[in-house]
Structure formats: structure tokens, C-alpha cells
């Protein structure tokens, strides 16, 4: 089911430093921020030989994001995404496992504009993980 290693996500207090630091001592390419105010987050992807960082910051009220950064007010690892073929049909396999699909259950669109899910930190072994289907 699972394809490649999209991203991993680290959420950051300050987008512009973080991003800064990125290009100046990591010598990285970084994108523009990108407003996600549907998901709460404003990020930034650094694009690597084999997979990409997305580094984001909350955005807005309610971000789901700003309970973590409370208790890592430094930031920290946030995410990893994989790649799938059929998001449906992954969400309705993990299901049936007993795994817990995150907000509605139907995918959202996301910075890639590709549909994207979550499923709980709490079931796989404490990491949240994002679905992108390509
Ligand atoms: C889609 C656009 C973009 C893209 O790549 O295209 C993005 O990736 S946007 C990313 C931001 N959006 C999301 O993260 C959506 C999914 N996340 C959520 O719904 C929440 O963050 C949730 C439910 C995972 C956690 O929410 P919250 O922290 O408010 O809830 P709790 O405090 O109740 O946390 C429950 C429990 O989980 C632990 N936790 C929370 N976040 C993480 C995490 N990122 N990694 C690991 N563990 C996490 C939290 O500490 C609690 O644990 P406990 O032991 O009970 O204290
Ligand atoms: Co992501």
C-alpha cells in the first residue's frame, strides 16, 4: 500500500527563521510560503535528492498544530507523509484495522494539491501520518 517517503514535517515557531536558517547554514533550497488556512499552517518544502522536509508554522486560530508546539515550544518532527495509489482505499483498509482517519475521513486537498488524510499519532507507535495520494 504504501509508496514513497513524500515529506517529513517539522513544525517550527518561526517559519521565516526557520526557513533562513535552512537556505543560509544548510545551504537548501526553500520555497515561498505557502497560506494553507484551510488546514491551519502556513509551510515552506525544501526539496531534497530523495524526498522533501516541509517546515510549518500555524496559521490562523485552531491551528492543529499549536497544542504541539505548546509542548515543544522549540518545535520538533511533526509528521511524515507517504505516498499512496488509492487514498479511498487505503483509508477503508486502515479502517477495517482499526486505525483512527483524522477529521471527517474525506481527504482534504493538500499543499501539493493532491488529497491528503491523517491518521492518529496514538496508533502508529506515536507519529503522525499523513497520506498524499499521487
Ligand atoms: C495538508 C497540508 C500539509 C501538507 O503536507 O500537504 C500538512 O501536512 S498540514 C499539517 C497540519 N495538519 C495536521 O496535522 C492535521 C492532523 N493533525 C491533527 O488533527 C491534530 O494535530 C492531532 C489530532 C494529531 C493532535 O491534535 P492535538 O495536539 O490538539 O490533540 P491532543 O493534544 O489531544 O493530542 C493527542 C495526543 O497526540 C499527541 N500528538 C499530537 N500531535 C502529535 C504529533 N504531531 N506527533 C506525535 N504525537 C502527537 C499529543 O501529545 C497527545 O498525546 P498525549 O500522550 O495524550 O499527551
Ligand atoms: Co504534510
Do not use: W
Not at 545551504?27 to 515561498?32: R, S
Amino acid at each position: 500500500m504504501l509508496g514513497r517517503l513524500n515529506h517529513v514535517a517539522i513544525a517550527v515557531p518561526d517559519l521565516a527563521a526557520a526557513a533562513a536558517q535552512y537556505r543560509t547554514m544548510l545551504g537548501a533550497e526553500v520555497t515561498e510560503p505557502q497560506a494553507l488556512p484551510e488546514h491551519g499552517v502556513t509551510v515552506v518544502f525544501i526539496e531534497l535528492p530523495n524526498t522533501k522536509i516541509e517546515l510549518l508554522e500555524p496559521l490562523g486560530e485552531g491551528s492543529p498544530i499549536a497544542a504541539f508546539l505548546e509542548k515543544n515550544p522549540s518545535g520538533g518532527m511533526h509528521h511524515v507523509c507517504y505516498e499512496v495509489e488509492d487514498i479511498l482505499a487505503a483509508r477503508d483498509r486502515l479502517r477495517n484495522e482499526g486505525a483512527r482517519v483524522l477529521g471527517s475521513g474525506e481527504p482534504k486537498t493538500g499543499a501539493h494539491n493532491k488529497p491528503v488524510l491523517f491518521l492518529h499519532p496514538k496508533d502508529f507507535n506515536g507519529t503522525l501520518i499523513e497520506l498524499e495520494q499521487v
